[in-house]
């Protein structure tokens, strides 16, 4: 199982410098099982480079999910300019989620603010082996009151500054039996929170501007609540 990081890397950027001069190194670079990238911070590339970046990230996770080899961690963050970029990651988080993914760590900025939120796909719904998920600023499945949710394996819910509409987090809760900690910060669209007979939950964190109206929770193993 190996980590996959899409963050800024000086000696990823030259990687991929190298590629705009020879097939081999793009071909070889991608057998490396950690990956640093970033999307954003397109100021210090040539339009050249970018086209090649798309392309190694596409080809780098491909030949990943290509492999007998479970994804233990995605660890992403993304500044967007481009609708182009955010469906690129898109593509590239379904295909690792269908590969084991374990703990999910997405933080998304858009760099354009007459772009909508980034908004997470619907295989996210049906990761079984996640054990924890960690969302930053994108918005969760469209209809995910609808589907069935099956993330038997999460023990860790943290969700920052995401629009929630009223009754998600308590159906989510439902399809995660193992849940032992929910951590919210400066979500917005909701007023209840709402646990019902939960045993394995332990902690729960809650910051908001606004405040909630209700607060009911049926969780004989809290030890923690703030």
């Known amino acids: 199982m190996v980590t996959i990081k899409f963050k800024h890397s000086r000696i990823q950027k030259s990687l991929i410098r190298m590629r705009v001069l020879s097939k081999q190194w793009f071909a070889l670079t991608t057998y490396i099982p950690l990956l640093y ?10 339009s050249q480079e970018i086209d090649t970046f798309y392309r190694y990230v596409e080809y780098a996770v491909s030949r990943f999910c290509d492999q007998d080899i479970s994804a233990h961690t995605l660890d992403m963050y993304v500044e967007y300019l481009y609708l182009e970029q955010i469906e690129l990651f898109g593509r590239c988080l379904e295909s690792l989620i269908k590969k084991g ?13 007459n772009l909508p939120m980034y ?35 999460l023990r860790l819910l943290s969700l920052i500054q995401l629009p929630i509409e009223e009754g998600v987090i308590e159906y ?6 193992l849940l032992e900690e929910i951590y919210l910060r400066f979500c917005y669209g909701f007023s209840a929170f709402c646990v019902n007979r939960h045993h ?6 809650i910051y908001s501007n606004i405040g909630l109206q209700r607060i009911d929770v049926d969780a004989p193993n809290l030890s923690y609540f703030i």
Do not use: Y
């Open 200 to 205: 394995n939950l332990q902690r729960v964190t």
């Open 37 to 46: 990238s970033n999307l954003g911070a397109w100021s210090n590339f040539f």
């Open 119 to 153: 908004r997470l796909p619907n295989t996210l719904l049906s990761a079984s082996f996640l054990t924890s998920l960690t969302l930053h600023k994108c918005e969760l499945p469209l209809f995910l009151m609808d589907d069935d949710v099956n993330l038997k394996s």
């Open 101 to 113: 993914l374990q703990v999910l760590v997405i933080r998304i900025l858009s760099l354009d603010t």
């Open 172 to 177: 989510m809760i439902k399809g995660c039996p």
